[in-house]
């Protein structure tokens, strides 16, 4: 069992900052791939960035490519979401998710960022 927290969000005005954290409690953290992912009211989740288990790989949505930055301390079993330049469409729930391909996937419970002036 993973259990996975998140910290971070927050109220912040459009063009602002903010940085996510995704806290893991299990011993074999460096073995899962590790995600971002964000709800908006009435949409569907939908992945923001991914990591490989190295940290060596990562993947983003077209919609916050050159804005967010995905990255991962193994030594200390947190990944990390960093949003500069945020909007207004930006606001959503968002989500880490730890997964080791052909098993099972964990999921945080989630961290409000709201975008707004």
């Known amino acids: 069992q993973v259990q996975l927290v998140e910290s971070g969000g927050g109220l912040v005005q459009p063009g602002g900052s903010l940085r996510l954290s995704c806290a893991a409690s299990?011993?074999?953290?460096?073995?899962?791939?590790m995600g971002w992912y964000r709800q908006a009211p009435g949409k569907q989740r939908e992945l923001v960035a991914s990591?490989?288990?190295?940290?060596?790989?990562?993947i983003y949505a077209d919609s916050v490519k050159g804005r967010f930055t995905i990255s991962r301390d193994n030594g200390k079993n947190t990944m990390y979401l960093q949003m500069n330049s945020l909007k207004p469409e930006d606001t959503a729930l968002y989500y880490c998710?730890?997964?080791?391909?052909?098993?099972?996937?964990?999921w945080g419970q989630g961290t409000q960022v709201t975008v707004s002036s």
């Open positions: 998710k730890a997964g080791i391909p052909g098993a099972r996937n964990y």
């Open positions: 299990t011993s074999i953290f460096s073995s899962y791939v």
């Open positions: 990591i490989s288990s190295s940290g060596g790989s990562t």
